[in-house]
């Protein structure tokens, strides 16, 4: 591992401090390095593999797919993306999909589609987007631009204008920000990176309200929340309030490249038309194939019930170590997205459980986050709290 570790420090671009460990290949909620160490996985590469490693029905999707076609660009139809789009209709209550190939490139088209809103009802092009401080909305210039964090966003200045920040939970914050140009607010309906805080019925309800009477769209971001993570497809379901325009990413391909942005009948017919928008890769039938298969199997395999069942024992659990050590903080968070807040930074401790087969991240430097594969069970939630608290201690 040390000299594959070494060549890719010559070789990748240096913009992760990556965990000194090479994997190999994973089986269920288990990953193995290259020299066989096997890992419990609470990671889930970030929230993504919701299913498992090596889920036999995704698998044989997929090289299906493969045998077929993996390509035709955006100018032709073909099967899997109408499959999947009407599937994802489905589940989400929206009207109308646009497939990328990431997280960001769905908040980018997101923000398009809520600037060219705005456009087609007064023709200005001065229009406001609300975003929240500690959001993270990904890494692109648009993306970065409405993410709460200053530090990714620094160096990287000028942002795109006009974005104006609000504390999430505090509806005073967000009506401070308002103005007759406001086109949009756009959070994470549970946020992620940013320390795990759940937005709460109430301010999403006001928010809600407020976008009705101004006629400002709604942007959820759901691409960490999504995909049954809290016990609901889309986290926003647990309250009802539902968005103007969504974007779901990470687990909706389970590990291949693809993402989504979502949005209602009324924001399609006055937004993004033919010309405004597109991608090549975007919702290619090897992606939309994955995207198929994920919902399908979602479906049969009750993934959102077994969350529901196995979610609060983790929280119990967790809540437990927060009882047991002064060092903790509190826990935090919904369904299999928690996080236990630290009085210090928890890297130590993260590198502590991977040298003892546990694979935690964190989020920000003191918070450990829980996301894990969603088909975990309780003995997993036993096995990698056992390993967890000998590294507290
Ligand atoms: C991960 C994430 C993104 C960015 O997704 P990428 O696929 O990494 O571009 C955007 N929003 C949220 C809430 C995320 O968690």
Redesign the pocket.
């Known amino acids: 591992m040390k000299e594959y570790i070494a060549e890719a420090e010559k070789d990748l671009l240096h913009t992760y401090n990556r965990y000194q460990i090479v994997l190999d290949k994973g089986d269920g909620v288990y990953l193995y390095d290259i020299d066989g160490k096997k890992y419990l996985d609470f990671v889930a590469g970030?929230a993504v593999f919701a299913l498992g490693y090596q889920n036999k029905a995704y698998n044989d999707a997929l090289k299906a797919q493969i045998d077929k076609v993996i390509h035709t660009s955006n100018y032709y139809y073909n099967v899997p993306a109408i499959e999947a789009a009407r599937k994802i209709k489905k589940v989400s209550g929206m009207d109308r999909v646009f497939f990328t190939n990431?997280?960001?490139?769905a908040?980018e088209g997101a923000i398009k589609a809520a600037r060219k809103y705005a456009y087609l009802k007064d023709g200005c092009t001065d229009h406001e987007i609300i975003a929240m401080n500690h959001s993270?909305?990904?890494?692109t210039m648009g993306?970065l631009s409405v993410t709460g964090n200053p530090k990714y966003r620094e160096a990287f200045q000028p942002m795109i204008g006009h974005i104006k920040f609000a504390d999430l939970n505090n509806f005073q914050s967000v009506l401070d920000q308002v103005t007759d140009k406001t086109c949009a607010i756009i959070m994470?309906t549970v946020q992620?990176?940013g320390g795990l805080y759940p937005a709460t019925e109430e301010f999403l309800k006001q928010v809600r309200d407020l976008c009705d009477e101004r006629d400002i769209l709604l942007i959820l971001?759901e691409?960490?929340c999504g995909m049954g993570r809290t016990g609901y497809m889309y986290a926003w379901q647990r309250f009802g309030v539902k968005p103007d325009i969504m974007?779901s990413?990470?687990a909706l391909g389970c590990g291949v490249p693809v993402?989504a942005f979502m949005m209602t009948e009324k924001v399609a017919q006055h937004s993004l038309t033919a010309g405004d928008h597109g991608t090549t890769y975007g919702g290619n039938p090897l992606a939309c194939a994955a995207v198929e298969k994920v919902l399908d199997l979602f479906e049969e395999d009750h993934i959102i019930e077994h969350v529901r069942e196995v979610a609060p024992y983790l929280e119990q659990r967790l809540n437990e170590l927060a009882e047991k050590y002064d060092c903790i903080q509190e826990r935090r968070g919904v369904g299999l997205m928690q996080g236990l807040v630290f009085d210090h930074p928890v890297g130590d401790i993260i590198n502590r459980a991977l040298e003892k087969g546990l694979i935690l991240i964190n989020a920000g430097a003191d918070i450990i986050r829980f996301v894990p594969p969603l088909v975990i069970t309780r003995e997993n939630v036993d096995e990698m709290i056992a390993i967890l608290d000998t590294c507290i201690e």
Not at 102 to 105: I, K, T
Not at 136 to 139: K, S, V
């Open positions: 970030i990431s997280g960001a490139e908040v993270f909305h990904g890494r993306a994470e992620g990176e971001d691409i960490q974007t990413a990470k993402g």
